[in-house]
């Protein structure tokens, strides 16, 4: 048997146990860093392995968030073979023993066990570009999430300090009227003008600014009599700034998965699904990386986490089954929207006869959504196997 070294991978270092053949460790687990002389001392270990045994041998390690990957790529440097395990395999390999041991070294050990038993399989590697667009609606996700409390706490400001501003603009969050928020806090009452008319050119009609500037006019000198304190103008005025930020940061997001999402085909072919727009579609694409990694639509569905939880056991047979959650909870988010998107105004006209037929046979909205989630994913795997568009 070829030589198998056994990787624990933790935050800024792993520990390995390294294998001549099946039961027979290479000295003792050792603690490396994640850095260049730790990684100069694994690869000595390596080094000294081959040319004790005659065989390059094989790594083994755990896909552990972000942390494996400055390994990987060390690794992928150096040359050698190496399996990324999952993790959920990995914990089910380590149920099989009676005693409940938990180290980072038995971890190891159990890693090259597997692949000595036979259960390690090849990973797939995907282009860098997929995981680049994984950052990017990642961080999308993320910004748009803390503005959405932001606005929240922004409304409760408001109402409090210049309640009579929401009667001004429908969107107190737009950009324009945030900027004339800005300018009455602040008491640049010229300014506020000149923001108004100055929309009037680009997105309003000129009706529109003497209109908005005539009711603001008004609200104003309602205000001025009954002013609140400076400290909440000034939180108000700080969350105004902040949401302005917050909004120029989305929009710099936006513009840079728009320009990755045009070298990207696969984005193009989801985005052909209607219902489903260029952040939906970017999202998607970058969670389910390279498809050619799944071999049937069953194994995309199992990494998004949609297939049912099976039970059975004698003579007793769940009848209730509940989805297994175990995949990717972004992928279930975006494929979700997607499914609400595509029956909104009937976007989707077979998504949405799926919804109705499955509503008519008595299914619960979350579970029907929830298996046109299914459905819409099969449809998505079809389209970037074969490479075309989405047929109506």
């Keep these: 048997m070829e030589p198998v070294v056994g990787v624990d991978v933790a935050k800024g270092s792993s520990v390995v146990q390294a294998f001549r053949k099946r039961n027979e460790p290479y000295g003792r687990a050792v603690d490396i860093e994640h850095g260049t002389s730790g990684f100069e001392q ?62 980072d070294a038995l971890d190891a050990w159990h890693l090259a066990e597997m692949y000595y038993r036979g259960d390690v399989k090849p990973h797939r590697t995907w282009d860098e570009t997929f995981t680049e667009l994984q950052h990017l609606t990642r961080q999308h996700e993320f910004v748009t999430g803390i503005f959405v409390q932001a606005k929240l706490n922004s409304r409760a400001l408001l ?7 929401e009667q001004v603009f429908y969107n107190v969050f737009s950009a324009t009227a945030l900027t004339v928020l800005a300018c ?53 005025l700080g969350m105004v700034t902040l949401l302005q930020a917050m909004i120029r940061q989305l929009d710099a997001l936006e513009k840079q998965m728009e320009e990755m999402a045009a070298s990207l085909p696969e984005v193009e072919l989801v985005k052909s699904i209607p219902g489903i727009g260029t952040k939906l579609a970017a999202a998607i694409v970058a969670e389910v990386g390279d498809v050619k990694q799944f071999s049937d639509a069953k194994q995309l569905v199992a990494f998004a986490g949609l297939d049912p ?57 979350k579970v029907v959504v929830i298996a046109c989630a299914n459905k819409l994913l099969h449809h998505i795997f079809a389209i970037l196997q074969k490479g075309q568009p989405y047929q109506t």
Excluded at 159 to 165: G, K, M, S, T
Excluded at 190 to 217: F, M, P, T, Y
């Design 184 to 236: 009455c806090l602040e008491g640049d009452v010229e300014d506020w003008n000149e923001v108004i008319q100055g929309s009037a050119g680009r997105s309003h009609s000129k009706r529109w600014a003497n209109e908005k500037a005539r009711k603001l006019e008004e609200v104003l000198g309602h205000w001025r009599e009954s002013r609140p304190s400076s400290s909440q103008s000034k939180a108000l």
């Design 159 to 165: 109402e409090q300090v210049f309640p009579e501003y």
């Design 309 to 365: 939880g099976i039970f059975s056991s004698g003579k007793f047979t769940a009848t209730s089954t509940r989805i297994t959650k175990r995949g990717s909870k972004r992928l279930r988010r975006s494929l979700y929207l997607a499914v609400q998107c595509g029956m909104r105004k009937n976007a989707n006209a077979r998504i949405r006869s799926y919804y109705e037929k499955k509503r008519k046979e008595g299914k619960p909205y």
């Design 42 to 103: 694994f690869g000595e270990m390596l080094g000294r392995l081959q040319v004790e045994t005659g065989l390059a041998p094989v790594v083994v390690l755990e896909a552990t968030g972000h942390y494996h990957r400055a390994l990987v790529s060390y690794l992928d440097r150096s040359g050698y073979t190496y399996y990324m395990v999952n993790p959920l395999q990995s914990k089910r390999a380590k149920g099989t023993q009676l005693r409940k041991v938990k180290t």
